[in-house]
């Protein structure tokens, strides 16, 4: 039986998971932006989900109950 492998698999795992948060930092970002800015769509699902503040008002519901806003 052979099994191959990479030898030092949790020395691995820092450097994935940094890859991991950049590639969806990006597309987080990506989605957001446009070339006039930042679209801020506060009924859209990942928008909303992804803002604590906008405008002054706390905006992330599980945030708000948490503060008892």
Do not use: C
Request: hydrophobic fraction near 35%; proline fraction near 1%.
């Amino acid at each position: 039986m052979t099994i191959i492998g990479e030898r030092n698999l949790p020395g691995m795992l820092s450097q994935n998971a940094s890859e991991m948060y950049s590639r969806n930092t990006t597309a987080l970002l990506t989605y957001l932006a446009t070339k006039d800015g930042f679209k801020w769509e506060m009924d859209e699902e990942i928008t909303k989900g992804s803002l604590i503040t906008h405008q002054g008002q706390v905006v992330h519901e599980t945030t708000k109950n948490i503060l008892n806003l």
